[in-house]
């Protein structure tokens, strides 16, 4: 999970890693933006090998749900 978050927060460039935790509401985070949420679904698919759809994100709110996501549809 810690690699994730990092992952995760590479994404970003000006919010501290410092910001990010599992239950982090990412959306909320004032960088956040459609651009970014490319950056993620791009991320998840090289690292980790699952392709989240938009509309799976859009039902996702926080990092931990976001892991959870791609655990449950590793291959």
Do not use: C, H, P
Request: glycine letters at 2%.
């Amino acid at each position: 999970m810690n690699e994730f978050i990092k992952n995760f927060a590479i994404q970003f460039d000006d919010t501290e890693l410092s910001e990010f935790k599992a239950e982090t509401n990412f959306r909320e985070l004032d960088e956040w933006s459609s651009l970014i949420s490319l950056a993620i679904l791009n991320m998840v698919e090289k690292k980790y090998g699952v392709k989240v759809s938009f509309s799976d994100l859009r039902e996702i709110s926080t990092i931990q749900q976001l892991f959870s996501f791609i655990e449950k549809n590793k291959k």
